[in-house]
Structures are given as structure tokens and as C-alpha cells.
């Protein structure tokens, strides 16, 4: 009888160890983590200002390099890699959400989502249709051709989630991705989220707010660069989101 086949986790840090400064003002961000997240997960990682979370997340989304350990993305090691290689892996594997929602404010939600597939060589037409997919997914396939600056702070967020998933990556890093907004209009982004997750993506969220981290299924805890916690917990303890359908938030 052949052995089932086991897919290598979406993310597999080991002993991972980032400094910055020199050795009489060092700061030690991340001392010897190792985190394991499988793929189709939804996690949350939580932690006060300076715990070190937000190094996680720059290492995660290969936007830094640990000092020690290694680091396996989708069972692929993505340390020592030329910058070129890493912007390939961030651009087809990850999609990348942050608190400042980095739309170009020249350009149409239709335009910011594109520019992933602009950057992947993919043709106009196809572009817009897919593009326009995501935004009918996140609720905003109405507000396609309007500016940023005609959008609420819910509905930028939700355009920044759908540029971040346009090229369909398996995974997605979303670094406090309510810190800006309301309470109706985090419920809607987190809501996108969870359907993002229910479509098989793997989902991390960095955030400092424990009701956010709620709606995750895993909870990690991270103090003074270390994971002090790692839980799971009931998806019934979520807080209550509007949705991928809601056009007011």
C-alpha cells in the first residue's frame, strides 16, 4: 500500500535569529524562533510593540534575512537567494497586505490591482478581467475605475487585499491589516480574510489587538523577540464581520 503524500507547510522557520546594530547597542529582534504554519492555515500572530512581530513578518514576507537559522517557504529555502529571485518568489508566491494601504493615488482601484500582473508580463485584457475578479470577490467590482481618494479607508484596505491576491498566491502575510480602520470596516477586511482562507490560501496575520487575532483558528504570542504561546482555537470566537460583500465599509 503506498504511503499518503505529505505536502511540505507553507512556512517552516527554525531557530531563527535576527540583530540589528553592533555589538555594544544591539537590539535582538527575533532570538532563535522556529514556526511552523501548514498549508491551509489561518493564524494569527500577536505581540506588543518591540516583541518582534513585525521582524517576523519582514522575514516571513522575505523582506529581511535572519543572522541564523533557515527558512523554507512552500518547502522551498528561500535564504542566500539574489534579490532578483527573492522578488520572483514574493510576486507569484506571497501575497503581501500591510496597515498603510500603498495605493497609487493616481490610479483607479482597477489599475492598483493590476500592477502585480503588469509586473508578471501579463496582457492588458486578461489583467483587467482578472483583476476585476478579485474586486468582485472583495466586494468592490462597483468602485473599479474610482481613485483612491474616493474610496473609505475599508474600501482601500479591501483594494490592497485584492492587488495582494490577484497573481493567486498560496499564501498570504497581512501585517496589521485593520490598524487603520473602524470597527465595521475591520469586521469587512477580516471577513475577506477568513474567505480568502476558506478558498485553501494560507493566511497570517500580524496584529497587537487580541479581538483581531480572535478570528483566526491559531493563535502564536511572541515577547522580546521569542513565542511565549501558541494555541489553538475555536473559529466560533471570531468577532462578527460584514463580509466579502459589504460595499459600505
Known amino acids: 500500500m503506498t504511503a499518503p503524500f505529505v505536502s511540505a507547510p507553507a512556512i517552516q522557520l527554525r531557530g531563527a535569529v535576527k540583530t540589528y546594530g553592533t555589538a555594544h547597542s544591539a537590539v535582538h529582534a527575533l532570538r532563535g524562533v522556529s514556526l511552523t504554519v501548514r498549508r491551509g492555515e489561518l493564524v494569527a500572530i500577536v505581540g506588543a510593540s518591540g516583541s518582534g512581530k513585525s521582524t517576523l513578518m519582514n522575514v516571513l514576507a522575505l523582506l529581511d534575512d535572519v543572522n541564523r537559522g533557515s527558512y523554507r517557504l512552500d518547502g522551498v529555502d528561500v535564504r542566500h537567494r539574489t534579490e532578483d529571485e527573492l522578488a520572483e518568489i514574493r510576486n507569484s508566491r506571497i501575497g503581501l497586505v500591510f496597515q498603510a494601504f500603498n495605493l497609487l493615488p493616481g490610479s483607479s482601484a482597477l489599475r492598483n490591482v493590476e500592477l502585480p500582473l503588469v509586473y508578471s508580463g501579463v496582457r492588458r485584457a486578461e489583467r483587467e478581467r482578472r483583476a476585476l475578479e478579485v474586486l468582485e470577490m472583495v466586494g468592490l467590482d462597483r468602485r473599479a475605475h474610482h481613485l483612491p481618494a474616493e474610496l473609505s479607508g475599508g474600501e482601500q484596505q479591501r483594494v490592497a487585499v485584492a492587488r495582494a491576491v490577484v497573481n493567486d498566491p498560496a499564501i498570504v502575510l497581512a501585517d496589521e ?73
Open 177 to 249: 491589516p485593520t490598524g487603520n480602520l473602524d470597527t465595521v470596516a475591520s469586521g469587512s477586511v477580516l471577513g475577506v480574510l477568513r474567505r480568502l482562507n476558506g478558498q485553501g490560501r494560507t493566511v497570517v496575520v500580524i496584529t497587537h489587538e487580541h479581538d483581531v487575532a480572535a478570528f483566526a483558528s491559531r493563535v502564536v504570542e511572541m515577547r522580546d523577540g521569542r513565542i511565549v504561546a501558541d494555541r489553538p482555537q475555536s473559529v466560533s470566537a471570531a468577532p462578527s464581520c460584514t463580509g466579502a460583500g459589504g460595499r459600505t465599509a
